[in-house]
C-alpha cells in the first residue's frame, strides 16, 4: 500500500464536547437506572476526523466554531495540540461549545443526543474566508453536523479548485439536488444509506446514490468492514474487516473510518485502499473509550494492516 505520509486535508464539521455515561444496559422509557461511569470527552464528527487524519499523517487544517468557553478553549488546544491548522476555528461569543449526550451499553453500544450550540453558526461565509485554503488542499473532508447550506459552499469551493470531496452523510438528512454531483466519495453507514438511497439493501440503495451523481459510494458495515461501488455498472468491492481486541466504545469507530481514509485519499491511494485503511483505524478506535481519543496513530494502522 501507499505510505499514509503526506497530502493534505481540510475539514469542514463540528466541534463538540461529550458527554459519556455508561449503564450494563440502555434504560427503558420512564426507568431510571443507576450508571456505572461518566467522562467528558472532546469529540464532534468534524473534529474526531480531523485528528483521525492528522494521526494518519495527513497536513490538516480545521474549519468550524466553538463558544468562548472553557470547551471551546479545551477543543482548540487539543486541535493544535495534534498538529492541524486551528486559525479558522471561530470563537462564537453569542453561542456555547456544541455538547452530545453519549450513553454506552456494556456491549459498547452508543445513543446519541447532540445540541449543535456554535457548530449551527458555521456560516457559508465563514468558508467563502477560508477558499483560498480550501482550494490548496487534496482532499476536502466534510459530514452533517454544521449547517447544509455551508457544506455546500465548501464542495462547491472544492470542486471549482479541483479538490476531491469526501462527504460523511451523517446524520443523515436530506441533501440539495445540486450537492450530489459535487461529492466524489459518500461515506455512510447502513442506516444512512438506507435514509438516503430509500433501499433496506446497502448495494441497491448505493446505485441510487449514484445515480443522483455521487462518483463514488462507501457503505461501513460496523464488524464486517464495508462494501465500495463506484458507478452503477461497476462491480461491488468488499473490504474486509479487522479482528477487534474488545469492543470498548463504539462512538468514534465511523470518524476513524473517515479520517483515515480522507489521509489515505489525500497520500494518493485508491478509494479501495483508502477504505482498508479506514477499516483497520475504524477497528482500533472501538477499542478505546472516548471519541477523539480513540483516533489512532499511522503506526497503529500500518501495525494493524500488518496483522501486528
Known sequence: MASLLGGSVVVVGSCNMDMVTRAPRFPSAGEHLIASSFGAYLGGKGANQAVAAARAGADVAMIGRVGSDAFGTQMVSA???AGIAVDAVAIDEEAPTGNASIWLDASGENRILIFPGANGRLSPSDIRMQRSRIGA???LLAQLEVPIDTIA????AARGAGVRVVLNAAPASPLPADLWSLIDVLVVNQTEAVTLGGDIDAVRSSRVLISKGVGTVVVTLGGAGCIVMSDVNSGLVTIRSFPVVSVVD?????????????????????????????NAAGSLAVEVLGALPSMPTSGQIQARLEGR
Open 250 to 278: 463504539t462512538t468514534g469507530a465511523g470518524d476513524a473510518f473517515c479520517g483515515a481514509l480522507a489521509a489515505s485519499l489525500a497520500s494518493g491511494t485508491s478509494v479501495a485502499e483508502a477504505a482498508r485503511v479506514g
Open 79 to 81: 486541535l493544535a495540540e
Open 137 to 139: 488542499a487534496s482532499v
Open 153 to 156: 459552499e465548501a464542495c462547491r
